[in-house]
Nanobody, 120 residues
C-alpha cells in the first residue's frame, strides 16, 4: 500500500523558516508542489533518483529539497519565507521519472497536504 504522510508547516512571519516532511511507504517521494487559493497547483522542487535537484525560479536560493533514503522521507527546508509562499503544500511521487516535472499529471501519488501561511 502506498502512503505519503506529511508533517510540518504552519504559520510564520515573513523572513522566517519552516520545514516540511513527507514520510513514504510503497513508493519513493520526489517532489513538492503547492497550491494557493484560486490558483493551480505548481511544482516547487524535485529531487531526481541520482540526487540532482531542480527548483522553481520563485524559490531558488530560499528552499532546499532533500531526501533521507534510509527513512524514505522527503524534506523541504523553506527559508526567507514570503507572503506569496502561502499555500497548501503537497509531496508527490511518480512510478517513472517525470519528463515535465512541474506538471501535476506526471505524478501518481500525493500526500495529504499541509498548510503554510506567511504573514507580512
Amino acid at each position: 500500500q502506498v502512503r505519503l504522510v506529511q508533517s510540518g508547516g504552519g504559520s510564520v512571519q515573513a523572513g522566517g523558516s519552516l520545514r516540511l516532511s513527507c514520510a513514504a511507504s510503497g513508493t519513493t517521494p520526489m517532489a513538492w508542489f503547492r497550491q494557493a487559493p484560486g490558483k493551480e497547483r505548481e511544482g516547487v522542487a524535485i529531487i531526481l533518483p541520482r540526487g540532482a535537484t531542480i527548483y522553481a525560479d520563485s524559490v531558488k536560493g530560499r528552499f532546499t529539497i532533500s531526501r533521507d533514503n534510509a527513512k524514505n522521507t522527503l524534506y523541504l527546508q523553506m527559508n526567507s519565507l514570503r507572503p506569496e509562499d502561502t499555500a497548501m503544500y503537497y509531496c508527490a511521487a511518480s512510478t517513472t521519472v517525470p519528463f515535465r516535472w512541474r506538471e501535476p499529471f506526471q505524478y501518481n501519488y500525493w500526500g495529504q497536504g499541509t498548510p503554510v501561511t506567511v504573514s507580512s
